[in-house]
């Protein structure tokens, strides 16, 4: 894939407000991740591909925000109805995934958002927010006003642009706490804004055959009849995206004999 391929998002500062503001059209993200569900024969009932769009655009907007050296991870958790949302992602190349979890899903007395970050040179980080109701813009805009060092409100321009605008110090919270979906949509002719970065955006989770094999092998080894069942082939579904990768029992036997 080149570059030209990619989804790009600048960042921009509104100078007087002291804001960042990114906003993109996810279509060319959605299309990859519509044919990922196709080439996979995954179907999502719609509400949770509704919802599962709505936050990977915000975790794209989310990540370019972010420093380079970041490996980021969110779980959106629904309790009506029970619905897991997993996305993740890397600061660097621009890689983001995600997928939705139905079934299995914990009960609890409140909907849950959790951030795992990892910085390389640093240990592991985990935020935990309680949020409420069922707006996926709402559940991130809680995450930030309680997690993170600073506020930021999201906006759904159209079906598929997305917009954000966060909280530098000093910003004119009155401004930012009545912005509109029309304002943000005028933002670029009302105030004054200055491009700072361009990031590219692309999906992409890394899963392969040989990672698969990697994960399954301490378990196969511990109880391969556990494992298979009897069945000679056994499908496996990636955590992060939700691909369909086969195992067998020869695959695994060589791949531990390589290891």
Known sequence: MSDSDLLAITSRFVRGRNTLF???DFGPLYLDYYLHLKDNQLDLPEPADERLKAALALFALHCVARPRNDILAWTINFQEPLLNLFLAGDTG???VVGRAYTEGVKESSENAFYQDLVRRGRDPHRSVVGFQGGDVIKAVETFYEFSEQRPA??????????AVVAA????????FKNLSIEDVRSLSATEEIVDLEKRVVRWRCGCNQSRILGALAPVYQADPQELFLGEELIE?????CAGKHRVS???LEAYLADH
């Open 168 to 175: 530098h110090p000093d910003y004119d919270e009155e401004w």
């Open 249 to 251: 029992q020869e695959m």
């Open 93 to 95: 190349t621009g890689d």
């Open 153 to 162: 409100r999201f906006f759904q321009l159209e079906p598929d642009v997305f």
């Open 236 to 240: 496996v579904n990636c955590p992060r």
């Open 22 to 24: 990114a906003q993109a």
